[in-house]
């Protein structure tokens, strides 16, 4: 199993979440909330108002978003659905446990008690570069004052 942290449209609540929870796809298991230890830019970007984390530490907010234990079938859709490597990258961010709701074994424990997990995130370093000037954001809600509502792949 492998941890995911989703800050976007695959949280409880948006429009994405059908997918971490449709077990054809794999297995995702919630385990908490967190936010990132750097602070990185969410942005609200493109034509479909897509929420892209850009991958520059230092630069933004601690974004808030969940802690998901997912397998090598829902990684896998994951990266399809991502459109890894291309349109997002996977890489191992470090993500603090604001929430734990996680059970497992003496690693899971530790990990939480410490405050701080190894998470993959799906960030980009392929983007615009006049999206770094776009608002930045600490958490996403596909209907949030921001008014910038996403728009599902089956509707575009």
């Known amino acids: 199993m492998a941890r995911v942290f989703v800050y976007g449209t695959l949280k409880k609540g948006q429009p994405n979440y059908k997918h971490m929870i449709n077990t054809a796809k794999g ?3 919630f385990q908490g ?4 230890v750097e602070k990185y830019p969410l942005v609200i970007a493109g034509k479909y108002n897509v929420p ?8 933004g907010h601690h974004v808030a978003g ?5 397998d090598d079938q829902m990684l896998q859709f994951l990266d399809e659905f991502e459109g890894c490597p291309d349109m997002y ?3 191992l961010m470090r993500i603090e446990v604001v929430e734990w709701e996680g059970k497992g ?3 899971e424990a530790r990990a939480a008690a410490e405050g701080i997990v190894e998470c993959f995130v799906y960030s980009t370093t392929t983007y615009p570069p006049e999206w770094v000037g776009l608002p930045y954001h600490d958490s996403y809600d596909s209907s949030g004052k921001h008014g910038l509502s996403y728009v599902l792949r089956e509707s575009r």
Request: glycine share 16%.
């Open 66 to 70: 969940e802690i998901y234990s997912v």
């Open 33 to 36: 909330r967190g936010r990132t």
């Open 27 to 29: 297995l995702a298991k």
């Open 89 to 91: 990258q996977r890489t």
């Open 52 to 59: 892209y984390m850009l991958n520059i530490p230092g630069t």
């Open 105 to 107: 074994g003496a690693g």
